[in-house]
Protein backbone atom coordinates (compact mmCIF):
# COMPACT_ATOMS: atom_id res chain seq x y z
CA UNK A 1 0.00 0.00 0.00
CA UNK A 2 1.27 3.32 -0.83
CA UNK A 3 1.84 6.59 1.18
CA UNK A 4 -0.98 9.19 1.12
CA UNK A 5 1.94 12.19 2.40
CA UNK A 6 3.61 12.14 -1.33
CA UNK A 7 1.46 14.69 -2.65
CA UNK A 8 1.76 17.15 0.23
CA UNK A 9 5.40 16.47 0.17
CA UNK A 10 6.09 17.44 -2.65
CA UNK A 11 3.98 20.42 -2.57
CA UNK A 12 1.25 18.77 -4.72
CA UNK A 13 -2.44 18.92 -5.04
CA UNK A 14 -4.15 15.41 -4.46
CA UNK A 15 -5.94 14.77 -8.02
CA UNK A 16 -8.09 11.82 -9.00
CA UNK A 17 -4.80 8.92 -9.47
CA UNK A 18 -4.29 9.59 -5.82
CA UNK A 19 -8.26 9.28 -4.91
CA UNK A 20 -8.12 6.39 -6.65
CA UNK A 21 -4.91 4.78 -5.11
CA UNK A 22 -6.46 5.67 -2.00
CA UNK A 23 -10.03 3.81 -2.95
CA UNK A 24 -7.89 0.49 -3.82
CA UNK A 25 -5.94 0.55 -0.76
CA UNK A 26 -9.28 0.70 1.38
CA UNK A 27 -10.54 -2.07 -0.75
CA UNK A 28 -7.41 -4.04 0.15
CA UNK A 29 -7.90 -3.99 3.51
CA UNK A 30 -11.79 -4.49 3.51
CA UNK A 31 -10.64 -7.78 1.56
CA UNK A 32 -7.89 -8.57 4.28
CA UNK A 33 -10.25 -7.91 7.12
CA UNK A 34 -12.91 -10.14 5.79
CA UNK A 35 -10.43 -13.06 5.12
CA UNK A 36 -9.21 -12.98 8.62
CA UNK A 37 -12.58 -12.74 10.10
CA UNK A 38 -13.47 -15.79 8.47
CA UNK A 39 -12.77 -18.17 11.26
CA UNK A 40 -15.36 -16.27 13.31
CA UNK A 41 -13.61 -16.19 16.55
CA UNK A 42 -10.52 -13.42 14.88
CA UNK A 43 -13.08 -11.10 13.86
CA UNK A 44 -12.63 -8.84 16.70
CA UNK A 45 -8.53 -9.67 15.97
CA UNK A 46 -8.86 -8.74 12.26
CA UNK A 47 -11.26 -5.65 12.50
CA UNK A 48 -8.75 -4.23 15.47
CA UNK A 49 -6.12 -4.53 12.95
CA UNK A 50 -7.38 -2.96 10.28
CA UNK A 51 -8.61 -0.09 12.73
CA UNK A 52 -4.74 0.33 13.86
CA UNK A 53 -3.56 0.67 10.21
CA UNK A 54 -6.07 2.87 9.21
CA UNK A 55 -5.28 4.96 12.76
CA UNK A 56 -1.75 4.89 11.11
CA UNK A 57 -2.55 6.06 7.40
CA UNK A 58 -4.59 8.93 8.60
CA UNK A 59 -2.04 9.80 10.58
CA UNK A 60 1.28 9.75 9.21
CA UNK A 61 0.74 9.40 5.26
CA UNK A 62 1.36 5.92 5.41
CA UNK A 63 0.26 2.33 5.96
CA UNK A 64 2.09 0.09 8.75
CA UNK A 65 4.54 -2.90 7.52
CA UNK A 66 3.32 -6.20 6.15
CA UNK A 67 5.13 -7.26 8.90
CA UNK A 68 3.98 -5.09 11.83
CA UNK A 69 0.56 -5.71 10.99
CA UNK A 70 1.03 -9.62 11.13
CA UNK A 71 2.64 -8.90 14.62
CA UNK A 72 -0.42 -6.87 15.80
CA UNK A 73 -3.19 -9.72 14.45
CA UNK A 74 -1.34 -12.37 15.63
CA UNK A 75 -0.96 -11.01 19.61
CA UNK A 76 -4.60 -9.96 19.26
CA UNK A 77 -6.21 -13.02 18.65
CA UNK A 78 -6.61 -14.60 21.56
CA UNK A 79 -7.61 -11.30 23.53
CA UNK A 80 -10.44 -10.67 20.41
CA UNK A 81 -11.89 -14.04 20.40
CA UNK A 82 -14.29 -13.41 23.62
CA UNK A 83 -15.11 -9.69 22.00
CA UNK A 84 -16.14 -11.65 18.69
CA UNK A 85 -18.10 -13.85 20.14
CA UNK A 86 -19.97 -11.52 22.18
CA UNK A 87 -20.46 -9.11 19.48
CA UNK A 88 -21.65 -11.84 17.10
CA UNK A 89 -24.48 -13.28 19.93
CA UNK A 90 -25.29 -9.70 20.89
CA UNK A 91 -26.16 -8.97 16.76
CA UNK A 92 -27.85 -12.15 16.52
CA UNK A 93 -29.75 -11.37 19.60
CA UNK A 94 -31.20 -7.86 17.86
CA UNK A 95 -31.39 -9.31 14.43
CA UNK A 96 -33.94 -11.81 15.97
CA UNK A 97 -35.76 -9.37 17.64
CA UNK A 98 -36.04 -6.81 15.13
CA UNK A 99 -37.33 -10.18 12.59
CA UNK A 100 -39.90 -10.83 15.48
CA UNK A 101 -41.69 -7.36 15.68
CA UNK A 102 -41.19 -6.59 11.64
CA UNK A 103 -43.51 -10.23 11.20
CA UNK A 104 -45.89 -9.45 14.24
CA UNK A 105 -44.44 -13.08 15.68
CA UNK A 106 -44.07 -10.40 19.01
CA UNK A 107 -46.19 -7.96 20.84
CA UNK A 108 -45.42 -4.29 20.92
CA UNK A 109 -46.04 -3.35 16.86
CA UNK A 110 -44.49 -0.42 15.37
CA UNK A 111 -43.64 1.42 18.47
CA UNK A 112 -41.90 -1.71 20.14
CA UNK A 113 -39.80 -1.96 16.37
CA UNK A 114 -38.57 1.72 16.04
CA UNK A 115 -37.41 1.82 19.91
CA UNK A 116 -35.30 -1.63 19.39
CA UNK A 117 -33.81 -0.20 15.42
CA UNK A 118 -33.11 3.03 17.46
CA UNK A 119 -31.43 1.26 20.56
CA UNK A 120 -30.09 -1.25 18.27
CA UNK A 121 -28.59 1.92 15.55
CA UNK A 122 -26.95 3.46 18.68
CA UNK A 123 -24.95 -0.11 20.05
CA UNK A 124 -24.02 -0.18 16.62
CA UNK A 125 -22.43 3.54 16.85
CA UNK A 126 -20.76 2.97 20.18
CA UNK A 127 -19.46 0.10 18.30
CA UNK A 128 -18.28 2.10 16.07
CA UNK A 129 -16.18 4.18 18.12
CA UNK A 130 -14.71 1.27 20.01
CA UNK A 131 -13.72 0.31 16.76
CA UNK A 132 -11.82 3.63 16.10
CA UNK A 133 -10.72 3.71 20.01
CA UNK A 134 -9.22 0.26 19.72
CA UNK A 135 -7.30 0.95 16.67
CA UNK A 136 -5.58 4.05 18.54
CA UNK A 137 -4.31 1.62 21.04
CA UNK A 138 -2.80 -0.91 18.50
CA UNK A 139 -5.51 -3.14 17.97
CA UNK A 140 -5.67 -5.12 20.58
CA UNK A 141 -7.06 -3.60 23.81
CA UNK A 142 -10.70 -3.75 23.50
CA UNK A 143 -11.58 -3.00 27.47
CA UNK A 144 -9.96 -0.43 27.35
CA UNK A 145 -11.14 0.96 24.11
CA UNK A 146 -14.57 0.45 25.38
CA UNK A 147 -14.56 2.25 28.39
CA UNK A 148 -12.84 5.26 26.43
CA UNK A 149 -15.44 5.06 23.94
CA UNK A 150 -18.43 5.03 26.81
CA UNK A 151 -16.76 8.04 28.04
CA UNK A 152 -16.79 9.77 24.64
CA UNK A 153 -20.51 8.92 23.98
CA UNK A 154 -21.43 10.51 26.98
CA UNK A 155 -19.18 13.14 26.69
CA UNK A 156 -19.67 14.09 22.89
CA UNK A 157 -23.39 12.53 22.30
CA UNK A 158 -23.49 14.49 18.70
CA UNK A 159 -20.02 12.37 18.20
CA UNK A 160 -21.76 9.59 18.83
CA UNK A 161 -24.69 10.29 16.71
CA UNK A 162 -22.36 10.65 13.96
CA UNK A 163 -20.77 7.76 14.26
CA UNK A 164 -24.19 5.70 14.43
CA UNK A 165 -25.44 7.25 11.25
CA UNK A 166 -22.00 6.29 9.81
CA UNK A 167 -22.78 2.59 11.02
CA UNK A 168 -26.60 3.05 9.60
CA UNK A 169 -25.54 3.74 6.36
CA UNK A 170 -22.83 1.11 5.88
CA UNK A 171 -25.32 -1.56 7.12
CA UNK A 172 -27.47 -0.19 3.97
CA UNK A 173 -25.16 -0.37 1.63
CA UNK A 174 -24.12 -3.76 2.41
CA UNK A 175 -27.72 -4.86 2.29
CA UNK A 176 -28.23 -2.97 -1.46
CA UNK A 177 -24.83 -3.81 -2.71
CA UNK A 178 -23.56 -7.57 -4.03
CA UNK A 179 -22.10 -9.43 -1.60
CA UNK A 180 -18.67 -9.18 -3.61
CA UNK A 181 -18.75 -5.88 -2.95
CA UNK A 182 -19.45 -5.84 1.30
CA UNK A 183 -15.52 -6.07 1.96
CA UNK A 184 -14.82 -3.33 -0.41
CA UNK A 185 -17.39 -1.50 1.70
CA UNK A 186 -15.74 -3.19 5.29
CA UNK A 187 -12.23 -1.35 4.10
CA UNK A 188 -14.35 1.78 3.69
CA UNK A 189 -16.27 1.54 6.31
CA UNK A 190 -13.49 1.70 9.12
CA UNK A 191 -11.84 4.94 7.18
CA UNK A 192 -15.33 6.34 7.44
CA UNK A 193 -15.10 5.62 10.99
CA UNK A 194 -12.01 7.02 11.81
CA UNK A 195 -12.76 10.13 9.46
CA UNK A 196 -15.91 11.45 11.41
CA UNK A 197 -14.80 10.12 14.61
CA UNK A 198 -12.04 12.58 14.16
CA UNK A 199 -13.76 15.45 13.12
CA UNK A 200 -16.09 15.23 15.88
CA UNK A 201 -13.29 14.90 17.94
CA UNK A 202 -11.89 18.69 16.35
CA UNK A 203 -15.25 20.42 16.47
CA UNK A 204 -16.17 19.59 19.79
CA UNK A 205 -12.51 20.76 20.90
CA UNK A 206 -11.83 17.37 22.47
CA UNK A 207 -7.83 15.98 23.19
CA UNK A 208 -6.59 14.47 19.70
CA UNK A 209 -6.20 10.32 20.46
CA UNK A 210 -2.61 9.98 20.70
CA UNK A 211 -0.23 7.73 18.70
CA UNK A 212 -0.99 4.22 20.19
CA UNK A 213 2.11 2.37 22.07
CA UNK A 214 3.08 -1.24 20.55
CA UNK A 215 2.09 -3.82 23.26
CA UNK A 216 4.36 -6.18 24.90
Known sequence: ??????????????DWRDVARDAADLALLGILL?????PVVTAAAAVGTASAAV???TRTGSWPSARTTVRRFGRSVLPGAP??????TAAGLLAADLAALATGRVPGGPVA???TALVAAGLAGYAGLVVVEVGGNG?????????SAARACLDAPTRWAALTGVTALAGLL?????????PILAGHTVAALHAVAGRQRFATGAAP????????
Open 34 to 38: VLAAV
Open 83 to 88: VSLLAL
Open 139 to 147: GGRWRVAAR
Open 1 to 14: MASRAEPEETGERR
Open 174 to 182: AVLVTPVAV
Open 209 to 216: VPAHPELP
Open 113 to 115: LLV
Open 55 to 57: HDW
